[in-house]
């Protein structure tokens, strides 16, 4: 049986980092805001937890990092790379101009949980969870609301504004007919966990032998492993059986010898497959995306999370006001996607050349790698491991809030 149909200022579909940021920020500045998620929580894993200074700033200046930073987390300094016999280090953190000089490194779910407790607070806050988007409800060429299947029935949404935030996958783009650009990419990616031990390293390090790669994250009582492969090879490598997977990665990192069989059986071992795309136009009359939904980003230097949220810091900055007032113009939709377009561009950019000079040439390769002339710059000179680290952690043109807070406890 149908929900009974529902009006507000904003509905946004998808609760990863982009929507429930937004929502959080417009509720806090007293607009009506709906935010669906179709799980029925935010427990999933493998999602990007990197939370980098930018956003580590973003939750300072809302008042919240001490309390933020009470949650578990790990810390990443610094960065550096195997490329064969030779450990290089390429990024280093602790000088940027920014309270946290570091990345956390934080259970995606954690990030989100802490965000929707806090819009909570706010009784124009209105996070719908087991509600997915399932297509656009159009008025004279203007997106004026959503359709979405719930436990309960389907459920019609009247708003002044959608925004799509659901993803790589996005169905709001794809009922909305906007066109992205796919800039390819040369690899994916198998996300699996490891037990770690006191002795372990303790340092976030990626590693480049002969045709393989594979990216280490401490995670305090485990490691979080990403073992790159060529794209579309995930068949060749489930193929070849799972032992000649745990060898090749021992072979990686020897000292995991004695808890490789951690991993029992393929359904241990989650693809990630690698996209790189971004919409050609962000907006349509009465709709916008943003986060992964207008740019998909290579998982290279964790910076998906962080652009997403700096996508709905702009958002909210801009759209505030308009949305209170119920002034909400093309203007305003186009105002958000210039804003965006150069930090989405340039960082885009260098995940490209990493992915074709580096990464494409280390999994085709058949001699062991050498180091490139700019990483041997970086080990000679420490202080350009600053300019690599200044990029990764707070990026091009990087928001600030200035919504204000509206008082609206429930």
Known sequence: ????????????????????????????????????????????????????????????????????????????????????????????????????KYIALMPQWDFLNFLAAHGKRYRTFDLRMHAEATDLIEEGGRVVGLAARTPDGELAIRADLVVGADGRHSTVRARAGLTSEDFGAPMDVLWFRLSRKQSDEAETFGHIETGTMMIMLNRGDYWQCAYVIPKGGIERVRAAGLDVFRNSVVRMSPYLADRVAELKSWDD????????????????????????????????????????????????????????????GNEDL???????????????????????????????????????????????????RRIPGRFLAVGIRPEHVHTPDVPSAR
């Not at 990863?16 to 799980?39: N, Q």
């Not at 709905?312 to 006001?321: G, I, Y």
């Not at 210039?338 to 040439?361: D, G, K, Y």
């Open 1 to 100: 049986m149908p929900n009974s149909p529902i009006t507000t200022k904003c509905c946004i579909a998808g609760g990863g980092p982009a929507g429930v940021m937004l929502g959080f920020l417009l509720a806090r500045a007293g607009v009506d805001v709906v935010v669906l998620e179709k799980h029925p929580d935010f427990f999933r894993d493998f999602r990007g937890d990197t939370i980098h200074p930018s956003t580590l700033e973003l939750m300072d200046e809302l008042g919240l990092l001490d309390e933020f930073l009470k949650l578990p987390h790990q810390k990443v300094e610094e960065f550096s790379v195997q490329l064969g016999d030779a450990h290089l280090h390429v990024v280093d953190l602790r000088h940027l101009p920014t309270r946290c």
């Open 269 to 328: 071992i989650k693809l990630l497959t690698v996209a790189v795309d971004r919409l050609k136009q962000w907006w349509r009359p009465g709709l916008i995306c943003i986060g992964d939904a207008a740019h998909a980003m290579s998982p290279i230097g964790g910076v998906g999370v962080n652009l997403a949220v700096q996508d709905a810091v702009a958002a909210a900055n801009r759209l505030a006001a308009p949305l209170k007032a119920c002034t909400v």
């Open 334 to 384: 186009q105002a958000i996607q210039v804003r965006r377009t150069l930090p989405v561009h340039f960082t885009q950019r260098f995940q490209l050349i990493m992915q074709n000079r580096i990464i494409s040439r280390a999994l085709s390769g058949t001699q062991q790698p050498k180091p490139p002339l700019l990483f041997k710059m970086f080990e000679m000179f420490p202080l350009l």
